[in-house]
């Protein structure tokens, strides 16, 4: 059977910035001439996923390549209440100015992003309604973004319960089910090429300062090699932690017929400037893989 014919459900992970590793990984499958009909997301890996789907990843490719570590800090809006750090509405008013809205079910491939219901303490397969809705739901993590009110259910990052959701696509009529999982071992990877950042310029605005120095302190945290410090690096690490352990645990269960690794010391949680590193790894890590299965 040639390339051109192998269908592919493709299984995206979460990992925060690391989840721009996918956009290298759909680039490799896409030359191969392999069709993606299904694609299954967790947080970042629903982003990604749900993008390609409207065919506006190249869309998405330009702004993420150009964001810069202040661009970062703009997108952030601080919710001023007891549910989380941020309401994450700026950086989905961006995100759907680019790309626009859509009906998942109106999608020319199939979508599923996976959610966690906090009441009921279960995932949820978000597959038909708002695109945009449901990327959102399965991106919201706990303590940095606001749940997600939807049916009368309040959502987080699906990655808290499935951060590599094979189960969605195990009923799909394809040839092949390729996983990439963001929480590979680590093997001591390094930059390339360390991006200089350029830090906003001060004003009187007290607001826009906080944020900026709030975040800022997150960024030089998380490079440094010293112990824990803090609750949010606490709570990033915990949550790659979490998020490696219940990835090894399904990945067991249910074994796809190849997996893309990507190693989870390749970025941290925060460094979204670095999309195009992390699709250039994606996309060398994918062609490995595929090579492995002669595709």
Known sequence: MSNSKLSISLVLGSGGARGHAHIGVIRAIDERGLQIRNIAGASMGAVIGGIYASNKLDTYIDWANRLQQKDIVRLLDFSFNWTSLFKGERIFEVLEDLVGDRQIEDLDIGYTAVATDLNEQREVWLSRGSL????????????????????GHSLVDGGLINPIPIAPTLNDATDLTI?????????????????????????????????????????????????????????????????????????????????????????????????????????????????????
């Open 132 to 151: 945009f809705n449901a990327m959102r739901a399965s991106t919201a993590v706990p303590g940095f973004f606001s749940p997600i009110s939807h049916n």
């Open 179 to 295: 996983a990439v999982n963001l929480s590979g071992i680590t093997n001591n990877y390094r930059p390339k090429t360390r991006v200089e950042q350029t830090a906003p310029a001060e004003s009187d605005d007290s607001y826009r300062n906080e944020i900026t120095r709030f975040i800022g302190g997150l960024f030089e945290k998380e490079h440094e090699q010293a112990p824990v410090s803090d609750a949010t690096e606490i709570l990033t690490k915990s949550i790659d932690v979490m998020q490696g352990a219940i990835a090894r645990l399904k990945l067991g269960a249910y074994a796809p017929q190849k997996i893309i690794e990507i190693p989870r010391d390749a970025c941290t949680f925060f460094e979204f400037h670095r999309a195009e590193e992390m699709a250039d790894l994606g996309y060398e890590n994918a062609n490995k893989a595929l090579d492995d299965l002669g595709l």
